[in-house]
Structure formats: structure tokens, C-alpha cells
């Protein structure tokens, strides 16, 4: 199993049009480091019957959880990123398309991307890269959010909550920010920055291009407190 799950990575940094080319014996893809480790025939027996949850066990929740198949691995990778990493004083949050083309529910067709069909995650990673947390997007009846926040507030409000209190620095785009969600970080000692959509709560109502009329050159800025909205 450990070489399974070693072949399993090392895919990802040798990537190959399709499974089998791995051990292929073309000497123009050919990387023979695949067929020495495992044969092709057993990889692919694995993969076929590899299971991470027992169908028959009590306490499963399968009507709640579209992810309760392999929620407990996912469970334990996801934990041990926190628990054995501490994250730079810059992070960021922003959604992540992994390509997939299989029967699931909380698959996604997403035209504009190169990988049409896909399953959505959303992480907060820091300045070098590395995962401290992530979720998947399980769909809009999934979000588990409070009546008075966002599903996109509630999403990084989730990520975050391992570094509430330390200082530290998060950008995002504007599919996640709002005055509302910056405001909530401040208090938990998060300061944010990040680009915003215009029709967001809380926004300044004369910021909007038709308002504003700007030339080339041109800067608007309105502040409230510690928050400070700039065109």
C-alpha cells in the first residue's frame, strides 16, 4: 500500500496523457521507474477496490454528508496540515479546480475553465505555497452558513479560525471579500485586503463606475474606521 500510494504522488510531478503511459515501454515516455516499483495489472487491482469507509458502519451520515466516503481520510490530511505546519504571516484563500470527469453529485461544469468538469475546493495556503487548511464545495444546500453571514463569509470564516489572534495577512479575490467579512476578521486580529465587486454590502454606494466618471490617472478613496475602499 505504501507503494501504491507512492506511485500515486509521484503522478502528479510526472504527468502522463493517460494512466497506462506510466509503464509504457516507448522509449518517448517511457519512466521505468513506475513498472519496477509495481506492476500495472496490480496498481490497477488496487485502485479498482481501494475503499476508505465501511458501507455497513453505524454513525455514518450519507444523507448530510456528500463527502462521507472518504471524510474520515479527508479528515485526517486535513488536520495534520495545522497540526504539524505553521503558516507564514501572508495567506491567502481562493478556490481550487481539480479536474474530474467521474459520477458524483458535487461535480461541477464550470464552461470557462480549461477543466470544465471538476470538483471545487477551497483553500488557505501561504506565501510558499503549502495547504494549512481546505474544504470541499459540496453544493448551495451544503452550506452550513448562519442566517446572518454568506456562504462565501462563512467559507474563509471556517478557514481561518486556526489563526485567529496571531496577526496575520490574508489577500483574496472578490468572489470572497465584503466589508462585512473584513470587518469580522479585524476583530480576530486578521487584517485583509483583496479586490472587491461593487454591489456587496456595506460598500460605499458612490464608488460605482457610473458615479464616479474617472479619467486615466484618477483615485477615489473612502474610509471607515480601519477599512479603506480604493478605485
Keep these: 500500500m505504501f507503494a501504491f500510494l507512492a506511485l500515486t504522488l509521484q503522478m502528479g510531478h510526472t504527468?502522463?496523457?493517460r494512466m497506462g503511459?506510466?509503464?509504457?515501454?516507448?522509449?518517448?515516455?517511457?519512466?521505468p521507474f513506475y513498472g519496477q516499483t509495481m506492476?500495472?495489472?496490480?496498481?490497477?487491482?488496487?485502485?479498482?477496490?481501494l475503499h476508505f469507509t465501511d458501507n455497513n458502519r453505524n454513525g455514518v451520515d450519507r444523507t448530510d454528508d456528500r463527502l462521507w466516503k472518504i471524510r474520515d481520510l479527508f479528515e485526517i490530511i486535513r488536520t495534520n496540515f495545522s497540526k504539524f505546519y505553521n503558516p507564514s504571516e501572508y495567506l491567502a484563500v481562493d478556490e481550487v479546480i481539480v479536474k474530474f470527469k467521474g459520477r458524483i453529485v458535487f461535480k461541477q461544469y464550470i464552461p470557462k475553465k480549461c477543466k470544465r468538469?471538476?470538483?471545487k475546493m477551497f483553500k488557505l495556503c501561504d506565501s510558499t505555497g503549502n495547504t494549512y487548511d481546505m474544504n470541499v464545495y459540496l453544493g448551495k444546500d451544503r452550506q452550513r452558513a448562519a442566517q446572518?453571514?454568506?456562504?462565501t463569509h462563512n467559507t474563509v470564516a471556517n478557514l481561518?479560525?486556526?489563526?485567529e489572534g496571531f496577526?496575520?495577512?490574508l489577500y483574496m479575490d472578490n468572489f470572497f471579500s465584503s466589508p462585512d467579512l473584513y470587518d469580522d476578521l479585524a476583530q480576530k486580529k486578521i487584517s485583509c485586503c483583496g479586490t472587491v465587486r461593487l454591489h456587496r454590502k456595506g460598500m460605499p454606494k458612490d464608488l460605482k463606475p457610473k458615479t464616479l466618471r474617472l479619467k486615466r490617472g484618477?483615485?477615489?478613496?473612502?474610509?471607515r474606521g480601519d477599512l479603506t475602499a480604493v478605485v
Design 15 to 17: 504527468v502522463q496523457g
Design 21 to 31: 503511459d506510466y509503464w509504457t515501454k516507448m522509449e518517448q515516455l517511457r519512466t
Design 39 to 49: 506492476a500495472r495489472a496490480r496498481y490497477y487491482y488496487i485502485l479498482r477496490f
Design 117 to 119: 468538469f471538476s470538483i
Design 148 to 151: 446572518h453571514l454568506t456562504a
Design 160 to 163: 481561518t479560525r486556526g489563526v
Design 167 to 169: 496577526g496575520h495577512k
Design 218 to 223: 484618477d483615485i477615489r478613496v473612502r474610509t
